[in-house]
């Protein structure tokens, strides 16, 4: 009977850091972070964890956050001060990626300072701490290991993941309306500039001279004006600036899935 893969530390649990940072929801007034927390490609230690094969239950009866995965063991041996859990979790499946939601204690010092630094983009990954169950893992190619089956323990903030996809993906939130701000800026400019180059070229265009009707001929009647000057003439109104607010307005409205 095979034993649990003991890696990081030695513990009898693995650490991997395989998470994303995606967004942030306002649920009943609290701040909830959404990660990405693993997935079933190759991390850098070369293993692959099935998805449907994560035991979640005993984490969402007790879902501590930690930072660094300080879970104060070595507080314990040295007589420091135990560093506390910063917030709480809850993790799901969702595709093909075990998620987790965190909510940070906001009545701890240190844990408002790990959310603000989690907030600007200066953390940005968490880490997953699991057991790969008995008879659960193989060795693959590259010398990791294939798990169909693993409970997860604890899941941490940290400052260094150890997973190529531990990356923060922006959210609409995280600056997407400055984007919108200024695309909608460029469109301005070059909608005034189309302008103005419309405008030099009818004060460039030399006027047409009439040709005197023939004698004794009837003066044909004169043809009523085409579509492109009836545009020409609604476009006299157009303001570039109006149009750009309401284009970032709409573009926001869009993003969001909010319909107007």
Same mark, same amino acid.
């Given at each position: 009977?095979?034993?649990?893969?003991?890696?990081?530390?030695?513990?009898? @649990?693995?650490?991997?850091? &395989?998470?994303?940072?995606?967004?942030?929801? +306002?649920?009943?007034?609290?701040?909830? $972070?959404?990660?990405?927390?693993?997935?079933?490609?190759?991390?850098?230690?070369?293993?692959?964890?099935? %998805?449907?094969?994560?035991?979640?239950?005993? $984490?969402?009866?007790?879902?501590?956050?930690?930072?660094?995965?300080?879970?104060?063991?070595?507080? /314990?041996? *040295?007589?420091?001060?135990?560093?506390?859990?910063?917030?709480?979790?809850?993790?799901?499946?969702?595709?093909? @990626?075990?998620?987790? #939601?965190?909510?940070?204690?906001?009545?701890?010092?240190?844990?408002?300072?790990?959310?603000?630094?989690? /907030?600007?983009?200066?953390?940005? @990954?968490?880490?997953?701490?699991?057991?790969?169950?008995?008879?659960?893992?193989?060795?693959?190619?590259?010398?990791?290991?294939?798990?169909?089956?693993?409970?997860?323990?604890?899941? +941490?903030?940290?400052?260094?993941?150890?997973?190529?996809?531990? %990356?923060?993906?922006? +959210?609409?939130?995280?600056?997407?309306? #400055?984007? %919108?701000?200024?695309?909608?800026?460029?469109? @301005?400019?070059?909608?005034? &500039?189309?302008?103005?180059?419309?405008?030099?070229?009818?004060?460039?265009?030399?006027?047409?001279?009439?040709?005197?009707?023939?004698? #004794?001929?009837?003066?044909?009647?004169?043809?009523?004006?085409?579509?492109?000057?009836?545009?020409?003439?609604? /476009?006299?109104?157009?303001?570039?600036?109006?149009?750009?607010? *309401?284009?970032?307005? &709409?573009?926001?409205? $869009?993003?969001?899935?909010?319909?107007?």
């Amino acid at each position: 009977m095979t034993a649990s893969v003991s890696r990081s530390l030695r513990l009898s @649990a693995v650490r991997k850091d &395989a998470a994303t940072l995606n967004v942030v929801e +306002s649920v009943g007034g609290r701040r909830v $972070y959404k990660f990405r927390a693993s997935d079933g490609d190759f991390d850098r230690y070369s293993d692959r964890l099935n %998805v449907k094969g994560w035991r979640v239950d005993g $984490y969402n009866a007790n879902g501590v956050v930690l930072f660094n995965h300080d879970d104060g063991a070595k507080a /314990a041996s *040295s007589g420091a001060e135990p560093q506390l859990p910063i917030g709480k979790g809850r993790v799901y499946i969702e595709g093909d @990626a075990l998620m987790v #939601d965190v909510e940070f204690d906001d009545e701890d010092e240190f844990a408002k300072r790990v959310e603000r630094k989690v /907030a600007k983009g200066i953390l940005n @990954a968490v880490s997953v701490r699991y057991l790969m169950l008995p008879g659960q893992y193989r060795q693959n190619e590259r010398g990791g290991y294939d798990c169909d089956g693993q409970e997860l323990l604890e899941v +941490s903030v940290v400052t260094i993941p150890g997973n190529a996809r531990a %990356v923060r993906a922006k +959210s609409f939130e995280d600056g997407g309306e #400055d984007l %919108v701000e200024r695309i909608a800026v460029r469109v @301005a400019e070059l909608l005034d &500039a189309r302008a103005e180059a419309k405008s030099t070229d009818d004060e460039d265009a030399e006027p047409e001279v009439a040709a005197e009707p023939a004698p #004794d001929t009837e003066e044909p009647p004169a043809e009523p004006p085409k579509a492109d000057d009836e545009e020409d003439d609604k /476009a006299k109104g157009f303001n570039a600036s109006d149009a750009a607010k *309401s284009f970032v307005e &709409a573009f926001k409205s $869009y993003i969001r899935g909010v319909k107007e």
